[in-house]
């Protein structure tokens, strides 16, 4: 048993693969990835770097969007390949330190079709995949899937990482037409790819010869025929103030009849219908009867790429500073977990030293608060200075003016 187990491992090793793999650990991005050139657009830069804060200042580098109300389109060919009968999955990391307010953080996989200088936001593309915010009506994870020239969306709300620090995205697309979506290495979401997307007509359509019987009844309930109205139940709705009084000065002549003002009237009791009772004749709701959709064909490829030639980040950001990185494109979801395994320490060590900076930033704005304060102080004792050296009744030079006093 031991012997199969260990024989089952090494047929898994031999056939994982690892088909894009990038860290941005030195400036050799720079001759892979290809900034788009399209026409029209003016498209922010990125820069390598690990932030304002981070764990490792080296191994935590990735590219962050570096202006304001930009564009970003930037991409990365690989050697393509089919993920026929075998599973896919997608991993990047995303870090919006700026406390991102309105932008993408997704990724977006091509085929070899691609124009990486011509890259924008209607570039076709197979798969869409990661996080977008904007306000707080908007904190979701796409999942876009191309499927014969349309793109479709996920039915499901999954909701996205809002916070400052770094985060695992992983897409898991395996050949049985199920996937699965992990963030920070714990599942998410999980499902079936025919029954979350759109992809196919229903199985099952409303039989349109089929209406419902003319003499079906689905009221439960209906008035009770033997009920009656009470004889005193008819009263006004409102009736004179039995409390009020003409005033004195009410002049009949100049006012007019004096009337009493109207109050609602306590034994009122509205509209009177027979009680309910329940019906005899009640058949239930009636469900519209289903068949075969005759448009339905069942498409066990649901998951297929058949050509995965490119990744690029291509997003729409109102407040840049976000950073992407440890891009991995593989079959082997183990591997993948492996990757994204450290994300835990990377966290601890980004909220240590960003509490630090912080406690550094308000320590300093104590400081300068306390010495403007000082010198004002300074201030004010100076001009109380002053007030005290002027004496009332203080002699003042006067001028001569050549007279004699008598």
């Not at 764990?55 to 990735?62: I, M, S, V, Y």
């Not at 406690?359 to 010495?371: G, L, T, V, W």
């Amino acid at each position: 048993m031991r012997a199969f187990a260990v024989l089952l491992a090494a047929i898994v090793a031999v056939n994982a693969e690892v088909y894009f793999e990038e860290g941005f650990k030195d400036d050799s991005w720079q001759k892979t990835w290809v900034q788009s050139e399209h026409k029209g657009v003016e498209y922010g830069k990125f820069v390598h770097t690990a932030g304002k804060f981070f764990n490792d200042a080296d191994t935590d580098k990735g590219l962050q969007t570096s202006q304001d109300a930009r564009f970003y389109a930037l991409s990365n060919k690989f050697t393509p390949f089919s993920n026929k009968d075998d599973t896919l999955v997608i991993q990047f990391s995303v870090k919006h330190e700026q406390n991102i307010d309105c932008g993408g953080g997704y990724l977006k996989v091509f085929d070899c079709s691609v124009d990486q200088k011509d890259l924008h936001g209607e570039t076709p593309y197979l798969v869409m995949f990661g996080p977008d915010i904007c306000g707080p009506g908007t904190k979701k994870v796409h999942v876009i899937f191309s499927y014969k020239g349309k793109n479709h969306l996920i039915n499901k709300d999954i909701r996205c990482k809002d916070d400052v620090f770094t985060h695992f995205y992983t897409l898991v697309v395996r050949a049985d037409n199920t996937y699965e979506v992990l963030i920070d290495n714990e599942k998410v979401e999980s499902g079936s790819l025919e029954d979350d997307w759109d992809f196919l007509p229903p199985k099952k359509i409303k039989d349109p010869e089929a209406k419902k019987p003319e003499d079906w009844d689905d009221r439960a309930t209906i008035p009770d025929p033997d009920d009656t109205k009470p004889e005193d139940w008819d009263k006004p709705e409102h009736i004179p103030d039995p409390d009020a009084t003409k005033p004195d000065d009410w002049d009949d002549e100049m006012d007019g009849e004096w009337e009493p003002p109207m109050i609602d009237n306590p034994e009122y009791k509205g509209e009177w219908k027979p009680k309910q009772i329940d019906n005899p004749a009640y058949k239930g709701v009636w469900v519209h009867p289903e068949v075969d959709n005759p448009e339905y064909v069942e498409d066990k490829s649901l998951y297929l790429r058949e050509e995965v030639c490119a990744v690029g980040v291509d997003v729409w950001q109102v407040k840049s500073g976000t950073i992407f990185d440890n891009f991995l494109i593989t079959n082997d979801l183990e591997a993948a977990k492996k990757a994204a395994a450290s994300v835990k320490d990377t966290q601890e060590g980004e909220k240590k030293v960003k509490d630090a900076q912080e406690a550094e930033e308000r320590k300093k704005a104590e400081e300068e608060a306390a010495a403007e304060e000082a010198a004002k102080d300074d201030e004010d004792e100076d001009d109380e200075d002053d007030a005290d050296n002027a004496l009332p009744g203080e002699a003042t030079e006067v001028e001569d003016d050549g007279h004699d006093e008598l």
